[in-house]
């Protein structure tokens, strides 16, 4: 399923060809591709396949697309290089010793 991404007066969408994992960046108004990226690319074997079978996200600020190949390796690719926002000096929420949510059941005993 392809992914729209906007920043800065810029759209983009970003699609992964399940069978061969290869990634594409096309321009949003005109269907332009970009640029293209497959795994033979990154390791110089010719009949490399990492073939995807689930969605992909893209990072809030833009710049990395995260995903999972067939065989359950994580993997995250730098597509951009926005200017993103410095991390703040302290948690935006307070610790608590509450938890957010209560076990349904009692441990199995085994």
Excluded: H
Aim: proline letters at 8%; charged letters at 20%.
């Amino acid at each position: 399923r392809p992914v729209y991404f906007e920043k800065d007066g810029s759209a983009v969408v970003y699609v992964i060809e399940s069978v061969t994992g290869k990634i594409k960046q096309l321009d949003a108004e005109s269907g332009t591709q970009n640029w293209a990226i497959d795994c033979a690319d990154i390791t110089n074997i010719l009949s490399c396949q990492d073939a995807v079978e689930a969605d992909f996200v893209v990072s809030p600020g833009g710049n990395m697309l995260y995903y999972v190949d067939i065989f359950g390796k994580l993997a995250g690719l730098e597509v951009a290089q926005f200017e993103t926002q410095p991390p703040t000096e302290s948690p935006s929420e307070s610790p608590s010793n509450i938890p957010s949510s209560m076990p349904s059941e009692e441990p199995s005993s085994i």
